[in-house]
């Protein structure tokens, strides 16, 4: 028998106790890291996060809005990466150009509905039944316009600007966050961990700010996500149709639509356009599934 | 100083189903005397959560109170508004849940919880910090502190019934209630947890109503014993007399039917024929007298009293014979 090993079989000398707290961190850490889908996600939204960054401090190669008439419709080259545009513009240093707005009213939009929907979302569903009732009336009646109506109808109200465009996307979208966090509040009320925070004196704020919403924030982080890429192609959506950025300002939709436009001639517009687009959808819904993990303290311990 | 922490007189429940009422709990008189475990027995549906809960007032949300007052601690608890209510719950009161799984936030370490749960005193997040760990490690948790940040689901049953012990002990309530908190767990584990709630009653001074489906427990832990049937109490006492010679053809049935007396060999378990009635209108029979086998033609006819036979009450008409 080797002498590492004690009479009643055990090893004892070579297993070194696991603390709690050790255990913990490993196991987060190989969630959060050994998915590819998480790199990538990293890796797209860092070169969205660096574009932006770049046309914050104006590090283009060329003038997202000098006009060259002589030098429009270039193809790819050297000079210009992706090409130029109907009027000259560089093609690239506008798509940088237009991230910053993307992430402007992908970012500033969701997260405001998002807040607003856990807002109200926890009043309906934590509050007295009347209250739920007339939010839900008026959540409903909103949700029977098309968002493209919906859209006209503020454009048509406050004039297009990117600030309208954060309005549309909170309208359009906040009835499914304060739908979901409704439902979840009225779910988790029953639940016997709350009716014992209750019966040990917790009142209603309380319990909403402690127990209700960190028990939301996950999904609704999920949910807000996988929103964030439909929120950038309602974006492009609204420019593409005049509804939204106002040429001459660069957006990924605005580019877009100079690129339909000239389809035949010059494709890489389309192509510069949509790239871009494809990338941040992707990256965002990533991030979503990667959060969705992540956040689940069921899977700590898998 | 009040001789009872709890006093209930007179509590009449209604639950509206679909236009009908339903009589779930009718004129409950119970008192938990200071420093004691008070027990509550019976089967299923008999009213004994609905009893516990209005003591909370967190009833169930088509639960009518019909008359009786509640007393905790000398306060009427029906008559206080939200905010007083409130004050009360987790400072005169506590509460522990059958099922310890559900009782904890999920997404939350059960630190966390516990230093949450100490929001009413006024002291710096590390003094409630050695205060949960002290806890923890009074309700016999290993490494407490590093067990501090887990959360509820890396704990098994046991450990997590003894976290909720933990939190009672934090809050320091002068009344525990402990809705049936053993149902969910092992035999072995059963015992620990017994053990845990009798050394808490000792060192905290603090009454115990405990309701449990097992008579030995009850029979283990408790002073005095309260037999519920459909929503009334049909025997109560000191749990010696009680067990050691039921009056109440209920509490005498309920006896044979546990497992853990019976001494001959059997093929079935013994069972009450029948099941709780549901009441509906106000009754002019002995409630039990459909599943009685000591029932006389005046079961049918009249209302049994609740009659006083040193030291117990009992309601039942085969005491008056004697």
Same mark, same amino acid.
């Given at each position: ?13 070579? =297993? ?84 910053? =707005? ?95 925070e209750?019966?040990l004196g917790a ?100 | ?57 967190? @009833? ?30 987790g400072?005169?009161?506590a ?10 936030? @999920? ?6 919880q516990l230093i949450d749960i100490q929001y009413r ?7 409630k910090?050695?205060?949960v ?34 939190m009672a002990?934090l809050v320091?309530?002068?009344?525990? =209630? ?63 007399? =009680? ?80």
């Amino acid at each position: 028998m080797p002498h590492w090993i004690h009479a009643s079989g055990t090893n004892c000398k070579l =297993v070194k106790p696991l603390i709690a707290h050790q255990i913990n961190a490993r196991h987060r850490q190989r969630a959060r890291l050994a998915d590819p889908v998480v790199w990538l996600s990293i890796f797209l939204l860092g070169v969205l996060a660096l574009c932006a960054l770049i046309a914050l401090l104006g590090l283009v190669p060329h003038d997202p809005y000098e006009l060259n008439v002589s030098n429009r419709f270039q193809p790819p080259s050297w000079e210009h990466w992706l090409g130029t545009d109907n009027l000259g513009r560089d093609t690239f240093s506008r798509i940088v150009y237009g991230s910053r =707005v993307a992430l402007y009213i992908s970012l500033v939009g969701v997260g405001s509905a998002m807040c607003l929907g856990l807002l109200i979302g926890t009043i309906a569903g934590y509050g007295p039944r009347w209250l739920d009732n007339a939010i839900l009336f008026v959540l409903d009646s909103a949700r029977t316009f098309p968002t493209i109506l919906l859209a006209m109808i503020i454009v048509t109200i406050s004039g297009p600007s990117i600030n309208t465009i954060v309005a549309i996307v909170i309208v359009s979208t906040l009835s499914g966050y304060v739908r979901l966090v409704r439902t979840q509040t009225l779910s988790l009320k029953n639940r016997v961990f709350i009716q014992a925070e209750r019966s040990l004196g917790a009142g209603p704020i309380r319990i909403v700010s402690q127990h209700v919403i960190p028990n939301i924030l996950s999904p609704l982080l999920i949910i807000a996500c996988m929103d964030i890429p439909t929120v950038i192609t309602l974006e492009a959506g609204l420019s593409f149709l005049g509804l939204g950025i106002r040429p001459p300002t660069a957006s990924w939709g605005t580019t877009l639509q100079d690129g339909y436009a000239f389809i035949r001639n010059t494709p890489w517009l389309l192509v510069a356009a949509s790239l871009p687009l494809i990338s941040a959808t992707l990256g965002f819904t990533f991030l979503g599934e990667a959060l969705r993990d992540w956040l689940d303290p069921n899977l700590v311990n898998k | 100083m009040l001789a009872n922490n709890l006093d209930i007189e007179g509590l009449s429940i209604s639950f509206s189903n679909e236009g009908e009422e339903l009589m779930a709990l009718r004129q409950v008189s119970l008192s938990v005397p200071r420093h004691s475990i008070v027990g509550i027995v019976g089967e299923s549906g008999c009213g004994k959560s609905t009893l516990i809960s209005s003591i909370f007032r967190l @009833p169930m949300e088509n639960a009518i109170i019909k008359c009786g007052r509640i007393h905790v601690n000398g306060t009427d608890v029906l008559t206080l508004d939200e905010e007083e209510m409130n004050r009360l719950r987790g400072k005169e009161i506590a509460m522990i849940f059958q099922d310890p799984f559900t009782a904890l936030n @999920p997404v939350l370490t059960i630190g966390s919880q516990l230093i949450d749960i100490q929001y009413r005193q006024a002291i710096s997040r590390k003094e409630k910090k050695q205060n949960v760990i002290a806890a923890l490690q009074q309700v016999g948790i290993d490494r407490a502190s590093d067990r501090f940040n887990q959360y509820p689901h890396q704990f098994s049953g046991g450990m997590l019934q003894r976290i909720c012990i933990a939190m009672a002990l934090l809050v320091k309530p002068t009344l525990l =209630v402990a809705d049936e908190p053993t149902t969910a767990l092992d035999a072995t584990t059963e015992l620990q947890i017994l053990a845990l709630i009798r050394e808490f009653h000792r060192s905290t001074g603090a009454s115990v109503l405990l309701v449990s489906h097992h008579l030995s427990v009850i029979a283990e832990l408790c002073d005095r014993v309260v037999v519920m049937y459909a929503g009334e109490i049909v025997e109560e006492g000191l749990s010696q007399d =009680v067990f050691g010679a039921p009056l109440h053809p209920y509490t005498n049935l309920l006896m044979q039917c546990d497992p853990a007396r019976i001494k001959e060999k059997a093929r079935h378990l013994p069972s009450i024929p029948g099941t709780v009635s549901r009441v509906v209108k106000t009754s002019t029979e002995c409630i039990f007298v459909h599943r009685c086998p000591q029932a006389v033609s005046r079961c049918s006819e009249l209302v049994p009293e609740t009659y006083s036979v040193e030291g117990r009450t009992v309601k039942c008409h085969l005491i008056s014979n004697e």
